[in-house]
């Protein structure tokens, strides 16, 4: 099966720092989703971008789906932001191939 | 607003005492599906619900079990709980299968503890 990998695995942020996650993955993919499980578990759509850059606020994304990678930035991180942050990746089938996450934490 | 609700949020079971796991969406989606998040993990595909259409993963012990008697609901039964069974259960949606319309929704998830 397709091959989803995360770097860094852990961060560690002063509030307001700039960061960029990574997602690498093994096959050419028709979807990639962004989440963030918050602290109570629940996983929160950030990114639907199998291709293209978006933004949402203080996030964004860039999927070069040529180079099998895509990019989270995340800029004046707060708090809240503290995480896990979860690419997942489908190829030919119906399945969502997760990563092993970026843990991200936010200090004040 | 549209939404994946799960009921109850947290679940406490004694080891071996049958247990059900609820899930209801708001999104009229084809498509539900069932994962399971041990601590420090990623999430793990159980099954899904393709319409009426149940697809078991492979690797999915037969001690898990689901019901989806009409397209809002879905339920997770777990027979037999092992201590082992203790996690995160999660529920996703998405509006088909197909290329376009696949992107998933999750619920809020039931942590679940067998004591």
């Known amino acids: 099966g397709i091959q989803v990998e995360q770097s860094p695995p852990d961060l560690i942020l002063q509030e307001g720092a700039n960061s960029t996650l990574r997602c690498n993955f093994s096959?050419?993919?028709?979807?990639l989703q962004w989440f963030h499980q918050n602290p109570w578990g629940q996983l929160i759509n950030l990114f639907y971008?199998?291709?293209g850059t978006k933004q949402n606020g203080r996030l964004s994304a860039t999927t070069v789906a040529t180079e099998r990678y895509s990019l989270l930035y995340i800029s004046s991180s707060q708090t809240t932001d503290s995480g896990v942050y979860f690419c997942?990746?489908?190829?030919?089938?119906?399945?969502?191939?997760f990563g092993a996450g970026t843990t991200v934490t936010v200090r004040a | 607003d549209a939404m994946v609700i799960q009921n109850p949020r947290y679940q406490v079971t004694q080891f071996g005492k049958p247990v059900t796991l609820s899930c209801s969406q708001t999104?009229?989606?084809?498509?539900m599906y069932w994962y399971q998040q041990k601590s420090s993990q990623a999430p793990k595909l159980l099954f899904h619900?393709?319409?009426?259409?149940?697809?078991n993963e492979a690797d999915t012990p037969d001690n898990f079990q689901s019901r989806r008697p009409n397209t809002s609901f879905c339920f997770l039964d777990i027979r037999s709980p092992g201590l082992g069974d203790a996690a995160m259960y999660l529920c996703?949606?998405?509006?088909?299968?197909?290329?376009?319309?696949?992107?998933?929704?999750f619920g809020p998830g039931t942590r679940l503890t067998v004591l």
């Open positions: 096959d050419s993919v028709n979807n």
């Open positions: 997942a990746v489908r190829s030919n089938d119906y399945k969502l191939s």
């Open positions: 971008i199998p291709s």
């Open positions: 619900y393709y319409d009426k259409d149940f697809n």
């Open positions: 999104l009229n989606h084809n498509v």
């Open positions: 996703a949606t998405s509006r088909d299968r197909d290329r376009v319309f696949n992107e998933q929704f």
